[in-house]
């Protein structure tokens, strides 16, 4: 694979937010910059979570698997924030070898990892007697390996520095089974199973581990679905709660979010 790159450099957005400056976290008081890696950032709930930190001054590295789309979310991101520091490369997290690719890459734009979001999943509906055969292999390649992959090759400097956020995005899939859940599903509860385990391993070393499981919320996969907007969260929401769980004080985590349209689940 031969990834895709672009960068803006410049000097780094650096935005007050009105808190007391947290030592370990704020860009505002010790002025180093903060890095966000965060796969599938180009729609959805990874672009609203990319806009929400590119709003903090973050240095961001994010990947999918449409250049156009990377081309066009730079573009964006570099008009609302001009001294952006942006990497985007081309990748498909479901195979091992691009994943492996895209953090060689990303350790390589960027000088240390504050935050990894492992954002990037899909959605196939499908009961687990009738879908199609290799469903269950693509949700686990898509939705579990991509973050298992990533993860493993991103927390040795991590793991240097003592200090790092890891947050999976999850799904009330991981939570609750439902019909058509089938293989996604399976994925589902199997990341949040990674998340936590990681989370043990993680809580004497500095690394701090979130589980994120929204319900229903508005992104390309709902696309064309007949229902009121507000009957699903909107991506900024989960971006905001990402947010809160990344501005706490370096002695507490957040260890898991669920958040639920109003109404509850579709
Ligand atoms: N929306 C919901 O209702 C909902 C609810 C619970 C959990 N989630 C979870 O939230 C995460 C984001 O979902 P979303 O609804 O925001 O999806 P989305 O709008 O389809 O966006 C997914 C993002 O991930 C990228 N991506 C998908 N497959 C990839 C692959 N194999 N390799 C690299 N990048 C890939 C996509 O880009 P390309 O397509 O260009 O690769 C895109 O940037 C997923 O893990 C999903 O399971 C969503």
Redesign the pocket.
């Known amino acids: 694979m031969s990834p895709f790159f672009s960068v803006f450099r410049g000097l780094n957005h650096q935005a007050y937010t009105g808190h007391l400056p947290d030592l370990s976290h704020s860009s505002y008081f010790c002025k180093m910059e903060k890095t966000l890696i965060i796969?599938?950032?180009?729609?959805?709930?990874?672009?609203?979570i990319v806009e929400r930190f590119a709003q903090e001054g973050f240095t961001l590295v994010?990947?999918?698997?449409?250049a156009e789309?990377l081309t066009h979310l730079a573009k964006a991101l570099k008009e609302k924030y001009p001294k952006i520091k942006l990497h985007t490369f081309v990748?498909?997290?479901?195979?091992k070898g691009?994943v492996l690719h895209f953090a060689k890459a990303a350790l390589e734009a960027v000088p240390q990892i504050d935050l990894l979001i492992?954002?990037?999943?899909?959605?196939r509906p499908g009961d687990i007697a009738t879908e199609p055969d290799g469903q269950l292999e693509w949700a686990i390649?898509?939705?579990l390996y991509?973050a298992y992959y990533l993860t493993r090759a991103l927390l040795p400097p991590m793991l240097k520095r003592k200090k790092g956020h890891i947050v999976n995005?999850?799904?009330?899939?991981s939570l609750k089974a439902y019909p058509q859940g089938g293989s996604?599903s399976i994925s589902?509860y199997a990341l949040l199973g990674f998340s936590k385990n990681l989370r043990e391993e993680l809580k004497d070393k500095g690394i701090r581990v979130t589980a994120v499981?929204?319900?229903?919320?508005?992104?390309?996969?709902?696309k064309g679905v007949d229902l009121p907007e507000e009957r699903?969260?909107a991506?900024e929401d989960?971006a905001k709660a990402v947010w809160s769980a990344w501005d706490m004080g370096p002695s507490a985590v957040v260890e898991e979010i669920v958040l639920r349209p109003q109404q509850g689940d579709l």
């Open positions: 796969s599938g950032g180009t729609k959805g709930i990874g672009r609203a994010t990947c999918s698997r449409h789309d990748a498909d997290l479901s195979q691009e492992n954002n990037a999943g899909a959605f390649r898509t939705n991509s995005i999850c799904s009330v899939a996604y589902k499981m929204p319900g229903a919320t508005w992104s390309d996969s709902w699903l969260m991506a989960v």
